[in-house]
């Protein structure tokens, strides 16, 4: 492996040498990186297979297709992102004039996970590339074939100063946090997101941080429920459940709760019968899986529809909150099924494991969904449907607290990586200044006292 701060310095004279790169040469950076997706699509879909039995299908509906889709935003939209945006001036600033323009952030580093590695090495590098930055990424060392796979397809497409991969493990990213890099944009878990916002603060960069959490779905007595249940199967499906948003657990009212397990447990079969589910990424994910099923039958849980190795959905009743299924990202496929009996039992319930990435609610009812967004703090909602605000790309993504910070996708995925400077100019000769600073005198005075009083009113 080339050493990681070779890369850097090199990456670094290239930010120098052109630090604001044209529109139309970002421009041809996406084109080349989208002819690369479109071509290897194919190779996409093995790499995926390889490394955790993810099935065609889904390697191209999350995988490349969400890569396309950032692309095709990108592309549409980089003439007026890239714009300045010219600000209003206000009392008593007349005369002076304003723009916010929005440069890159330099060289900036992008660490990804193993469940997505393809979408989420190259979603966040076209928002890198869009915003004109110079970027190294490294995938997880735990999807060796995606990984290689991402170094290649990478390689090809963007001269080696504009991006380049850096495969490895721990050791190897711990090693990158020592570089000064402009910004550090981490999607994994919490407890590595600690490590990168240290090492941000010893740099004193900016950092985004994509963690995961437990995303609540919540169900009300407004909904057909058979749609409802087939929805949330799907999204707790997708991947294995190893989804940062797969909803995590489902609280149901008590009057529907009976019918809606059965509803739940007709389309798990249903849908294992029809589709391929991925495989657990390896045998320590298993084990702990696991282990949190027997911890929660010991507390007095009952499995429906179990195991594990069968590669299908587990569900999970009677699940005390005290149990770890309840208390950890449960990131497989395992679906716990509460019951409330009342808004403040059911807010209680989400609190316990507060802030999560996405809050799913099934509801007619617009003013339970207020209430709830009101007083739920997560870090996106998604009403009535699972996982599709992910693909959505005029709607920025990302966590709040335990859950992450920052902002990803489309336009909020360009500011991530900018820097939008301010840029005022003074059009008139003289300025409010000379009127209301030193030397003293009565008019100053008389001005400033002026001033408070037109500022107090409005
Ligand atoms: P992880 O935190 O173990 O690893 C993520 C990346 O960080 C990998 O590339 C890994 O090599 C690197 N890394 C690990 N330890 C490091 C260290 N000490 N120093 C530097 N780099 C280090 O995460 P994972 O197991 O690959 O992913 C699963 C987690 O990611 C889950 O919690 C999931 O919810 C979360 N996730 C979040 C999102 C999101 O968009 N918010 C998306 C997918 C996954």
């Given at each position: 492996m080339r050493d990681p701060s070779e890369i850097f310095d090199r990456l670094r004279t290239a930010e120098e040498s052109n630090p604001l790169p044209e529109v139309k040469t970002r421009i041809s950076w996406l084109e080349r990186l989208r002819s690369a997706v479109l071509s290897r699509r194919a190779d996409i879909r093995t790499a995926v297979w390889e490394d955790f039995r993810k099935s065609p299908v889904e390697a191209d509906l999350t995988e490349s297709i969400p890569v396309l889709l950032e692309l095709k935003t990108a592309l549409g939209n980089l003439a007026s992102w890239t714009a300045p945006k010219r600000l209003r001036s206000t009392f008593p600033l007349w005369g002076l004039s304003s723009r916010l323009q929005h440069n890159p952030k330099g060289v900036v580093l992008i660490l990804s996970p193993w469940n997505y590695p393809v979408n989420l090495?190259?979603?966040?590098?076209?928002?890198?590339?869009?915003?004109?930055?110079?970027?190294?990424?490294?995938?997880?060392?735990?999807?060796?074939?995606?990984?290689?796979?991402?170094?290649?397809?990478?390689g090809d497409?963007?001269?080696?100063?504009?991006?380049?991969?850096?495969?490895?493990?721990?050791?190897?990213?711990?090693?990158?946090?020592?570089?000064?890099?402009?910004?550090?944009?981490?999607?994994?878990?919490?407890?590595?997101?600690?490590?990168?916002?240290?090492?941000?603060?010893?740099?004193?960069?900016?950092?985004?941080?994509?963690?995961?959490?437990?995303?609540?779905?919540?169900?009300?007595?407004?909904?057909?429920?058979?749609?409802?249940?087939?929805?949330?199967?799907?999204?707790?499906?997708?991947?294995?459940?190893?989804?940062?948003?797969?909803?995590?657990?489902?609280?149901?009212?008590?009057?529907?709760?009976?019918?809606?397990?059965?509803?739940?447990?007709?389309?798990?079969?249903?849908?294992?019968?029809?589709?391929?589910?991925?495989?657990?990424?390896?045998?320590?994910?298993?084990?702990?899986?696991?282990?949190?099923?027997?911890?929660?039958?010991?507390?007095?849980?009952?499995?429906?529809?179990?195991?594990?190795?069968?590669s299908g959905l587990t569900i999970a009743t009677g699940v005390p909150l005290t149990c770890k299924l309840m208390q950890e990202e449960i990131f497989g496929p395992i679906l716990p099924v509460l019951r409330y009996r009342s808004e403040e039992e059911l807010i209680g319930i989400v609190r316990t494991n507060p802030s999560p990435l996405t809050m799913y609610v099934f509801s007619n009812d617009d003013r339970l969904v207020n209430r709830l967004a009101a007083k739920l703090k997560t870090g996106s909602i998604c009403i009535n449907e699972t996982l599709l605000h992910f693909v959505h790309p005029h709607l920025p993504f990302g966590g709040v607290g335990q859950s992450g910070s920052g902002r990803s996708h489309g336009r909020a995925g360009f500011e991530t990586f900018s820097n939008s400077v301010p840029i005022m100019r003074q059009n008139a000769r003289r300025g409010i200044i000379p009127l209301v600073y030193p030397p003293k005198g009565r008019f100053g005075d008389w001005a400033r006292e002026l001033l408070f009083r037109i500022l107090g009113r409005w």
């Open positions: 090495s190259l979603g966040p590098l076209v928002s890198a590339l869009a915003a004109g930055n110079r970027v190294i990424v490294k995938p997880s060392e735990r999807v060796p074939h995606s990984s290689r796979l991402i170094a290649n397809l990478i497409a963007l001269p080696e100063d504009v991006a380049t991969v850096v495969e490895g493990g721990v050791e190897v990213g711990a090693e990158l946090l020592n570089l000064p890099f402009d910004h550090f944009y981490f999607t994994g878990g919490a407890a590595v997101g600690k490590e990168i916002m240290h090492a941000a603060a010893r740099h004193l960069s900016s950092v985004t941080l994509e963690l995961g959490g437990k995303s609540p779905a919540v169900v009300d007595g407004s909904v057909d429920l058979d749609q409802c249940a087939e929805k949330i199967v799907r999204g707790k499906f997708m991947n294995g459940g190893q989804t940062c948003i797969a909803p995590d657990y489902v609280v149901v009212h008590d009057k529907l709760y009976d019918d809606f397990v059965k509803a739940i447990l007709t389309h798990a079969v249903r849908i294992e019968a029809r589709a391929e589910m991925s495989a657990l990424i390896d045998d320590r994910h298993e084990a702990r899986l696991e282990a949190m099923l027997a911890d929660a039958v010991k507390e007095g849980a009952i499995l429906h529809h179990s195991d594990l190795h069968r």
